[in-house]
């Protein structure tokens, strides 16, 4: 069986994610870089100007000015054959997202090659705007109207290409719709493919539960089968300033409870990739780091609050 999966195995195409909302600008000797020098920004360029023939995963949001600076790279643009070298897979929450960003991308000439819907809870925390519109009617809509979805953006798209006198071979129907939410069993799998008709699934999270995929410890799996009052969704837990689902009883809660305790809120942020919030600073800083609460709990006697 092993021989014959083997044979059965190909290479797939080298994608990358980038996290829009992760586009921290930069700075050199306290003077603000050029956008383009932003983290998602340069992200970007790294894979546009490289060799490889892949995709550009875009999620969590829009982001004008990366999506704007999508059209400046050739390689994103179809070629005299009407090729791409590099497409774009854009990650969606529901149709009406889809419908916003790819009229957005499809009128600087850029087509969408890929939606991909994820589900709320298949994000590692962070809740979907979808306030709790369930996957079925989501994927329902998209199954109703993806004829309409792509004819309409192909029409935006070849007027943006013809101004730029660049060839039009991409046919309306050449988009494809994924989906990935929780998938653990094949009958899920074939009720993605064969009723809401997807060209393709996602697996992630059944293989948190496989000993040989992940080493999760016994004292972290007790943790993980949570009851419900042991789950919070919390407005400020997260520096995007997107709602998150906080588990009361994981360490990194504990560990901030205990700094608080010790009279030292607020995480180190060694990395610095969300600073980016000049409310008490010249220089960006992030939410969630020990510099930004010690400012904000200063600040709350002024505004007529306590620390409490």
């Known amino acids: 069986m092993q021989d014959d999966l083997r044979t059965r195995a190909v290479p797939g195409s080298i ?10 600008d930069t700075y050199r000797d306290g003077e603000k870089r050029p956008p383009e020098f932003a983290d998602a920004m340069s992200a970007l360029r790294g894979f546009a100007n490289s060799a490889v023939r892949g995709g550009i995963v875009l999620s969590a949001g829009i982001n004008r000015r990366l999506y704007n600076y999508l059209s ?21 929450s529901d149709f009406r997202s889809a419908m916003i960003q790819g009229r957005f991308l499809a009128k600087r000439g850029l087509w969408i090659s890929e939606y991909r819907i994820e589900s709320g809870l298949n994000c590692g925390g962070h809740a979907f705007a979808t306030k709790g519109h369930l996957m079925g009617p989501i ?29 039009v071979t991409t046919g309306p129907g050449d988009i494809c719709i994924t989906v990935q939410c929780g998938l653990s069993t094949a009958g899920e799998d074939r009720l993605m493919r064969e009723h809401y008709d997807t060209d393709g699934t996602g697996w992630g999270t059944p293989f948190l539960l496989v ?32 709602p998150f689902w906080l588990l009361r009883t994981c360490e990194a809660e504990d560990a901030r409870r205990r700094r608080i305790a010790e009279g030292n809120p607020g995480a180190e942020c060694p990395e610095g990739y969300l600073r980016d919030n000049t409310e008490f600073t010249e220089m960006p800083i992030c939410l969630s780091s020990r510099a930004y609460v010690k400012r904000k709990l200063e600040h709350l006697s002024s505004e007529g609050l306590s620390q409490q």
């Open 15 to 24: 994608d990358v994610n980038i996290m829009t909302k992760l586009d921290r």
């Open 139 to 167: 994927l329902e809509e998209f199954k109703a109207s993806r004829r309409t979805l792509a004819a309409d953006l192909h029409n935006i798209y070849a007027k943006a290409l013809a101004k730029t006198g660049r060839a």
């Open 211 to 242: 000993p040989e995929v992940v080493n999760v410890e016994q004292d972290t799996l007790a943790r993980l089968a949570a009851k419900d009052e042991d789950v919070v969704l919390s407005e400020g837990a997260s520096p995007l300033g997107v």
């Open 72 to 92: 400046q790279f050739d390689n994103f643009l179809p070629d005299e054959n009407g090729d791409l070298k590099k497409t774009i897979i854009l990650k969606v």
